[in-house]
């Protein structure tokens, strides 16, 4: 028997209590008894961003958020600056690109977070930047950018726009979209929501809302004026991904209701520090030393192991699923998630399978190092 369990950065394992909910008999969206659902969810959306602006949701996956943060605020010739370290950040400079958007770009090494000096020295070479593109946590490559220092530094020059990439941020860790002054944030069901993919999440300050009335790049599905005018009456323009509500309604209950907010970020972050120390033990380097994001961690493939076949014995032989490296880091990275539904004892099965399938396939450590650690570190 080999049981699949899946590790990806997104999409992430769902609870049966929240497929259980999605099993339900679909409601009607204009119905009564369905508006409570939507009303759940989109206020519960707002305490997870820890914003009391509005948070649209939209049927599609978390680029179909990020594109609307482009069209709806943006018109075509407009000066935009992106930050570059990973394949999400590169997606915002695509985005720009394809509405007429002109970008100027920080390109920042893979694995390595963004300096906020170089944001500030950004903005005041070109004064007529009107917008800031940042990733929270960029998942390509597990690094963790400094988005409350570059906010400061957005916040004092004039008044620009900072949209937040925070896919894999929003219920991983603290990133309070009000207390930082975050216009645009973003994120989607497949990740720390603990949803089946399809759902994306947009939360607009007032500057973004004030944004949106001079916008002219077209758009027509996501035009996020027509969802703020339905969402009071808790509604969408389009029919809404119902049987995906009815599963945030109960993903939500479980993070702010059970858990609590506080304790999902802590025992991500848990998960993470003991990931890393426990990879660190058995002689493997991480991506990302410096400034890791607590929702991945990119390992690199050690020297003498072949990372194609690592990650197929791992697949194949041991039934854990985890995300390769992209582009250049392709079979050269690995990927652990932490975000989501993981407890302890996920993790430390994790590094044991990853501790396993490392030997089969040609590293030299004794088994069990990293596994030891990491149930010593976990035991309290
Ligand atoms: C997963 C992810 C996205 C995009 O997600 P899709 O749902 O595939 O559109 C964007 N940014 C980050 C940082 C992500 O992790």
């Given at each position: 028997m080999l049981k699949r369990r899946l590790f990806t950065p997104g999409p992430v394992p769902v609870p049966s209590r929240v497929r259980q909910a999605m099993a339900q008999p679909i409601l009607n969206h204009r119905a009564a008894d369905f508006l409570p659902v939507f009303e759940r969810c989109r206020k519960g959306l707002q305490r997870v961003f820890q914003t009391e602006s509005p948070v649209v949701i939209l049927a599609a996956s978390a680029t179909?958020?990020?594109?609307?943060?482009?069209?709806?605020?943006?018109?075509?010739?407009?000066?935009?600056?992106?930050?570059?370290?990973?394949?999400?950040?590169?997606?915002?400079?695509?985005?720009?690109?394809?509405?007429?958007?002109?970008?100027?770009?920080?390109?920042?090494?893979?694995g390595r977070a963004v300096d906020p000096a170089a944001v500030e020295r950004a903005l005041e070479t070109a004064p007529d930047i009107r917008a800031v593109y940042v990733t929270a946590s960029e998942t390509s490559t597990g690094v963790r950018h400094p988005v409350r220092e570059i906010a400061e530094v957005v916040r004092r020059g004039g008044d620009r726009l900072l949209a937040v990439d925070a896919v894999t941020a929003a219920g991983v860790y603290d990133l309070p979209m009000d207390r930082w002054e975050l216009d645009v944030v973003v994120s989607g069901s497949q990740k720390a929501f603990m949803l089946p993919p399809g759902l994306a999440f947009i939360g607009l300050s007032e500057r973004a809302q004030r944004f949106m009335g001079t916008a002219t790049c077209s758009r027509f599905y996501f035009d996020l004026g027509a969802e703020l005018k339905a969402l009071p009456k808790d509604q969408t323009s389009w029919t809404p991904a119902v049987g995906l509500l009815m599963g945030l309604d109960e993903s939500l209950k479980i993070i702010l209701e059970e858990q609590g907010l506080e304790e999902t970020w802590a025992r991500t972050e848990e998960l993470a520090r003991v990931t890393r120390e426990a990879m660190c033990a058995i002689g493997l380097e991480l991506l990302a030393p410096?400034?890791?994001?607590?929702?991945?961690?990119?390992?690199?493939?050690?020297?003498?192991?072949?990372?194609?076949?690592?990650?197929?014995?791992?697949?194949?032989?041991?039934?854990?699923?985890?995300?390769?490296?992209?582009?250049?880091?392709?079979?050269?990275?690995?990927?652990i998630a932490h975000l989501g539904y993981f407890d302890r004892f996920d993790t430390i099965a994790?590094?044991?399978?990853?501790?396993?399938?490392?030997i089969a396939n040609g590293h030299d450590a004794p088994p069990g190092e990293a596994t030891r650690l990491a149930v010593e570190l976990l035991s309290k």
């Open positions: 179909g958020a990020m594109d609307s943060a482009v069209s709806n605020m943006l018109s075509p010739g407009d000066h935009a600056l992106v930050v570059r370290g990973g394949k999400f950040g590169e997606r915002w400079g695509e985005i720009c690109a394809s509405y007429g958007v002109r970008t100027t770009c920080i390109d920042v090494e893979w410096d400034a890791p994001s607590p929702a991945t961690t990119a390992v690199r493939v050690p020297d003498g192991v072949e990372g194609p076949a690592f990650r197929k014995y791992l697949r194949d032989e041991l039934g854990y699923t985890l995300a390769d490296g992209q582009d250049s880091l392709k079979g050269k990275v690995f990927r994790a590094i044991a399978a990853i501790e396993m399938a490392l």
